[in-house]
């Protein structure tokens, strides 16, 4: 008989991705007989992530806490580490999973703290991106990986979502110490059903938090350049929260566009991708972002920077890639409007997306990491 395992997920920021990648993970872990429950912060999210809290709460057998944890490193770390230690180790964990940054290192702090009074607990990392978003050349860069390289002797297992990130972590912090393991995002079968476009769809949809690394501002510059270079009006709805909302609020209101360029908050993607007829992901640095795949397997056209995994999802030589920079998007953009059909056909089909990206396929291999790492 297969042992059941308790399995707890530690991450700071119940939003995006990460946000996603853990339920899914939690979904499927919880059908497959284990007991799971999450730690996480409590001052980030508003109403559209509790709602999501509110659907998977009742099914996790180890419950949902939600303590404040910074984003930064500083003086109230402390308080916010011990009351989480105090929290997990009442959920006596077999498997300690952190994603992100501040997660990762929360779980491997906990999990070591743990072995020290006999609990046998296998530390898990998932970067997600996190901390390798930062410049090499920079002095919190070098803080950073410098830490993370120290981290590395707490660490059982570390789980990269893409080899982009696999390779960017061995470029700034050096070749793990730790053993590792390259497991892609997966998607739910209902996902690969398409979306159709409401009747009064924008040209374009951006959908994603509201801030500089996902390019907000780019792709509103490039909405402008678009214009210029086709002679056509254009409009465009923009999807998410963030701090930096008002301010390209205001981006888009300088350039002419407060009539045409419209704000929505966070909503369910399948919603979102309805709005527009081509959607675009202008961001400056990605690990693997789910918006893609979603998009992709509802049977949305795409526009996308070449950053981070996302040409491990289009192909390297997909022609619906482009530079970080206002200019190359809007020559995409213009394609795109040149002929909308043939554009479409560019993208990867839903069976190869489903026979590499499926939740099965995901959820399957991080089980078995979790069983080899215990028997380790």
Same mark, same amino acid.
């Given at each position: 008989?297969?042992?059941?395992?308790?399995?707890?997920?530690?991450?700071?920021?119940?939003?995006?991705?990460?946000?996603?990648?853990?339920?899914?993970?939690?979904?499927?872990?919880?059908?497959?007989?284990?007991?799971?429950?999450i730690?996480?912060?409590?001052?980030?999210?508003?109403?559209?992530?509790?709602?999501?809290?509110?659907?998977?709460?009742?099914?996790?057998?180890?419950?949902?806490?939600?303590? !404040?944890?910074?984003? $930064?490193?500083?003086?109230?770390?402390? /308080? &916010?580490?011990? *009351?989480?230690?105090?929290?997990?180790? +009442? %959920?006596? !964990?077999?498997?300690l $999973?952190g994603h992100?940054?501040?997660? /990762? &290192?929360?779980? *491997?702090?906990?999990?070591?703290?743990? +072995? %020290?009074?006999?609990?046998?607990?296998?530390?898990?990392?998932?970067?997600? /991106?996190?901390?390798?978003?930062?410049?090499?050349?920079?002095?919190?860069?070098?803080?950073f990986?410098?830490?993370?390289?120290?981290?590395?002797?707490?660490?059982?297992?570390?789980?990269?979502?893409?080899?982009?990130?696999?390779?960017?972590?061995?470029?700034?912090?050096?070749?793990?110490?730790?053993?590792?393991?390259?497991?892609?995002?997966?998607?739910?079968?209902?996902?690969?059903?398409?979306v159709?476009?409401?009747?009064?769809?924008?040209?374009?949809?951006y959908?994603?938090?509201?801030?500089?690394?996902?390019?907000p501002?780019?792709?509103?510059?490039?909405?402008?350049?678009?214009?210029?270079?086709?002679?056509?009006t254009?409009?465009?709805v923009?999807?998410?929260?963030?701090?930096?909302r008002?301010?390209?609020?205001?981006?888009?209101?300088?350039?002419?566009?407060?009539?045409?360029?419209?704000?929505?908050?966070?909503?369910?993607?399948?919603?979102?991708?309805?709005?527009?007829?081509?959607?675009?992901?202008?961001?400056?640095?990605?690990?693997?972002?789910?918006?893609?795949?979603?998009?992709?397997a509802?049977?949305?056209?795409?526009?996308?920077?070449?950053?981070?995994?996302?040409?491990?999802?289009?192909g390297?030589?997909?022609?619906a890639?482009?530079?970080?920079?206002?200019?190359?998007?809007?020559?995409k953009?213009?394609?795109?409007?040149?002929?909308?059909?043939?554009?479409?056909?560019?993208?990867?089909?839903?069976?190869?997306?489903?026979?590499?990206?499926?939740?099965?396929?995901?959820?399957?291999?991080?089980?078995?990491?979790?069983?080899?790492?215990?028997?380790?």
């Amino acid at each position: 008989m297969t042992h059941h395992l308790r399995i707890v997920h530690c991450f700071r920021s119940p939003v995006g991705g990460i946000f996603r990648h853990v339920r899914d993970l939690c979904e499927a872990q919880v059908a497959a007989g284990h007991e799971v429950g999450i730690v996480c912060d409590s001052t980030t999210g508003g109403a559209f992530e509790d709602r999501l809290f509110a659907e998977i709460r009742d099914i996790l057998a180890l419950g949902v806490t939600r303590t !404040p944890i910074q984003r $930064h490193i500083g003086p109230g770390d402390l /308080g &916010a580490a011990l *009351r989480s230690l105090r929290i997990v180790r +009442r %959920l006596r !964990p077999d498997i300690l $999973h952190g994603h992100g940054a501040k997660g /990762g &290192a929360y779980a *491997r702090l906990f999990g070591t703290a743990m +072995r %020290l009074s006999r609990r046998p607990v296998a530390r898990l990392y998932s970067p997600h /991106g996190g901390s390798l978003h930062y410049d090499a050349e920079t002095l919190a860069g070098r803080f950073f990986f410098a830490l993370e390289g120290l981290m590395e002797r707490l660490t059982d297992q570390i789980l990269f979502v893409s080899d982009y990130e696999r390779r960017a972590y061995k470029q700034k912090i050096g070749v793990p110490r730790a053993p590792t393991s390259l497991v892609y995002n997966g998607l739910r079968a209902e996902e690969f059903a398409p979306v159709a476009d409401v009747p009064e769809a924008a040209d374009f949809v951006y959908i994603g938090m509201m801030r500089d690394l996902k390019g907000p501002d780019l792709f509103i510059d490039a909405l402008k350049a678009t214009e210029e270079q086709t002679g056509r009006t254009l409009s465009a709805v923009m999807v998410g929260d963030g701090d930096g909302r008002d301010r390209y609020a205001a981006q888009a209101g300088a350039l002419g566009f407060s009539n045409r360029v419209t704000f929505r908050p966070a909503m369910p993607v399948r919603q979102a991708f309805a709005l527009g007829r081509t959607m675009v992901v202008p961001s400056r640095a990605e690990a693997m972002p789910y918006i893609v795949l979603e998009a992709l397997a509802a049977g949305k056209p795409l526009v996308a920077t070449a950053v981070g995994g996302i040409p491990e999802i289009l192909g390297k030589d997909s022609p619906a890639l482009c530079a970080p920079a206002t200019a190359a998007l809007a020559a995409k953009m213009a394609t795109v409007l040149a002929d909308e059909a043939a554009y479409r056909c560019n993208m990867p089909s839903r069976e190869e997306l489903k026979a590499r990206f499926g939740v099965d396929v995901m959820t399957g291999r991080i089980e078995a990491i979790y069983r080899e790492t215990l028997g380790g």
